[in-house]
């Protein structure tokens, strides 16, 4: 078996620095992983922290004395042998393996890292000596047979992928010693009674003498990574191979966190979507139900899209710019639910579900009939369509909708006029205010300059609106990023390039308009001013990155057993990287903006 000699520890310092000590928490490891793929061997092994006796114990057993890639959470700096856990650290298992925690006011923290079989299990009156469930999967019954670790006190299954229809009334058929078996109380059945396995179960062990042993029960299953589950079942199980036609299917929802929102096999279309996102092995969809359907809690819509985020190994760059759009109060911002998506019984991969962009109650609550939804987009692809006379800039209408209309080419260049009204005074520098909102302009600047959002410079999915009574042209709603943070060419790189500059001469569309303004001195200062307003509110932006990474690592465990993964880095590493980028990114933008 092939072996690795470099070790991954991630090391996550979840406080804020200050000069008050006390109020720093006290360092401590909060995970501890060994990922079997990276180790050559076909089973993860999970390390058990106990912070009172800083212990960490191995759940399965390690391959010999082998030098392996472990990952490590931690509050605080991890030392590994007198040296700063970094990208790599060797954790050698032919000694025992000590790690460090510092904390910032100088705490210590000394772990122990037991293998299997290291530790006394005490009594042997209150084990489980044999596990299985009963799994119905794609229609088959399946026996699973699970790992038993008395000394961790876990039983784990290896991963599966397939559908399982009765993961929230799962039967354990199991053999222990001892008096009696429970679940929260309530008395188990070998065979019999049936628990929600889509989330981990104790079982707990109960000797004669009264001694208790608890054992966690965890399913590796894209339904037990805690975020709810998106079913489409086609009809005929038809592939869905078209942007353009839909396929006849049934779309259900299954959240296990909260089963008010779940949603029982809705009829509905569905078509692939995007543009060169729809040419990448994994799919971007939009579903559309036949009736007007509450996803979520948001607003009821028939329309919705799920997002494949190829490109984005953290699955979050659009969601942390739709969380700054929501952080600075930017209208119609989108609300990102990530989800697992499963489609005709096959897993297809962590997703984000959103709504269409559109004009609708909850969406861009503009009349759809009268008032303009208009998409600058390089690809130039939709029915309904103009350039603009003075720089070309390509226009995709999305509302009103033309198709009935009694004659569209007359509703075009009235909406096209009314456009050029505007784009010629930004170029022209002078009446602008007349005819564009500043403020919406604005914030829309600085949302894609701080995740130095490329698309802007072709243009590709940018938007704006106008109310056609007396309302001037808003921007917004905000999408696609997948091409910002550096791009997929340097992804955490170019922390220092600007998208927004004065004296602009490059040849790109949208940068010719949307960087002529910062040649005038009182929009700078504007600019200059709001960045100063909206500084406070997202400058913990990295925050949320760590929460939400720690909420969607076990998502990314399972979509990578469908997709690979493409950069060669553990998902921990990129959440650090995107968390670094921000950081940094913030910084600087701080530094030149209040030069302006």
């Known amino acids: 078996m092939k072996r690795f000699i470099l070790a991954l520890c991630a090391c996550f310092v979840l406080f804020s620095c200050t000069k008050d000590d006390t109020t720093s928490p006290l360092p401590e490891i909060t995970g501890f992983m060994i990922d079997g793929w990276r180790n050559g ?8 922290v106990d912070n009172t006796a800083l212990t960490i114990t191995l759940d399965r057993d390690l391959p010999s004395d082998s030098r392996i890639i472990s990952r490590i959470t931690a509050i605080g700096a991890v030392y590994y042998r007198g040296e700063l ?11 025992e393996v000590k790690l460090v925690v510092l904390g910032y006011n100088g705490a210590k923290a000394v772990y122990t890292v037991i293998p299997l079989g290291g530790q006394e299990e005490g009594s042997n009156d209150n084990l489980i000596t044999s596990f299985t469930l009963d799994l119905r999967q794609n229609g088959a019954n399946t026996t699973y047979a699970g790992t038993i670790n008395n000394t961790a006190g876990t ?11 009765n993961i929230t009334s799962a039967k354990a058929v199991f053999a222990h010693e001892g008096k009696i078996v429970t679940v929260e ?10 628990n929600d396995f889509s989330r981990d179960v104790e079982y707990v062990v109960t000797s004669e003498s009264g001694k208790k042993r608890t054992y966690k029960v965890s399913l590796s299953s894209p339904q037990a990574t805690g975020l709810p589950v998106v079913r489409v079942v086609t009809q005929g199980g038809k592939d869905i191979t078209s942007k353009t036609t839909y396929v006849t299917a049934t779309v259900s929802l299954d959240n296990y966190a909260n089963h008010g929102y779940d949603i029982a096999a809705a009829p509905a279309g569905i078509r692939g979507r995007g543009n060169s996102t729809w040419h990448y092995s994994k799919k971007p969809y939009r579903i559309r139900f036949d009736d007007k359907t509450a996803v979520l809690g948001h607003v009821k819509a028939r329309s919705w899209v799920l997002l494949a985020n190829w490109l984005d190994q953290t699955f979050l760059m659009n969601t942390v710019a739709f969380e700054i759009g929501h952080r600075i109060d930017f209208p119609y911002t989108n609300h990102p639910e990530h989800v697992e998506l499963y489609i005709n019984g096959s897993y297809k991969g962590s997703y984000v579900l959103t709504e269409q962009i559109q004009a609708n109650p909850g969406r861009v609550e503009i009349d759809e009939t009268n008032d303009y939804l208009l998409e600058l987009d390089s ?3 939709d029915e309904y369509k103009f350039r603009s006379a003075g720089i070309s800039m390509p226009v995709n209408i999305k509302s009103p909708d033309l198709a009935e209309a009694a004659s569209p080419s007359v509703v075009i260049a009235g909406i096209k006029a009314d456009y050029e009204k505007m784009e010629n005074a930004v170029m022209a520098r002078s009446g602008w205010r007349d005819y564009m909102d500043e403020a919406s302009f604005i914030d829309f600047m600085l949302i894609n300059e701080i995740t130095l959002n490329a698309e802007l410079g072709h243009p590709k999915s940018t938007y704006l609106w106008k109310r056609t009574n007396g309302g001037k042209w808003t921007w917004g709603p905000l999408w696609d990023f997948d091409w910002g943070y550096g791009s997929p060419y340097e992804y955490w790189g170019r922390t220092t390039n600007r998208l927004f500059t004065g004296g602009y001469t490059g040849s790109d569309t949208g940068f010719k308009f949307f960087n002529r303004l910062m040649d005038d001195a009182q929009f700078r200062k504007r600019y200059k001013e709001r960045w100063n307003e909206i500084k406070p509110l997202i400058s913990d932006i990295s925050v949320f990155v760590g929460e939400m990474g720690a909420r969607l690592e076990l998502s990314s465990t399972q979509n990578k057993r469908v997709w690979g993964d493409q950069y060669n880095r553990t998902y921990s590493k990129q959440i650090t990287y995107m968390q670094d980028w921000l950081n940094q990114r913030i910084a600087y933008l701080d530094g030149v903006i209040n030069t302006y």
Do not use: H, M, R
Request: proline share 2%; with cysteine.
């Open 41 to 48: 061997f076909d089973y993860d092994i999970e390390g058990v």
């Open 85 to 95: 856990c970094g990208e790599s650290v060797t954790l050698d298992f032919s000694a």
């Open 155 to 165: 039983i784990k299954f290896s991963p599966t992928l397939a559908w399982i229809e």
């Open 185 to 194: 109380g309530i008395s188990q059945t070998s065979g019999k009674t049936a």
């Open 379 to 381: 690809y130039y692809d």
